[in-house]
């Protein structure tokens, strides 16, 4: 089994920040790639940033690009999400993601952290 913590978020009024963090643990042999996603109420789940197993690509949702940044720890096994200059639309359960190699089945599987909720009041 895999299991993704993550952590940060909270209530915060708009233009503060907040930094996510996710840490994933159990049978994973390797990260490819780790990333954000966030669904708001009614809305389907969108990405919003996810970086390479080597740090060095990244990739941000349009709305997103210039106020957050995503990044690896130096335990290559957590990923951080600064966002910086939040807007009420921002608010939304942000859900961490990993696609790695499980250990058991050598097969490239997707896994799912369980949400934390960050809301920006106006």
């Known amino acids: 089994q895999v299991q993704l913590v993550e952590s940060g978020g909270g209530l915060v009024q708009a233009g503060g920040s907040l930094r996510l963090s996710c840490a994933a643990s159990g049978s994973i042999f390797s990260i490819n790639v780790m990333g954000w996603y966030r669904q708001a109420p009614g809305k389907q789940r969108e990405l919003v940033a996810a970086?390479?197993?080597?740090?060095?690509?990244?990739n941000y949702a349009d709305s997103v690009k210039g106020r957050f940044t995503i990044s690896r720890g130096n335990a290559k096994n957590t990923v951080y999400l600064q966002m910086n200059s939040l807007k009420p639309e921002d608010t939304a359960v942000y859900y961490c993601?990993?696609?790695?190699?499980?250990?058991?089945?050598?097969?490239?599987?997707?896994?799912w952290g369980q949400g934390t909720q960050v809301t920006v009041s106006s």
């Open positions: 970086i390479s197993s080597s740090g060095d690509s990244t």
């Open positions: 993601n990993v696609l790695g190699l499980a250990t058991m089945t050598s097969r490239l599987e997707n896994y």
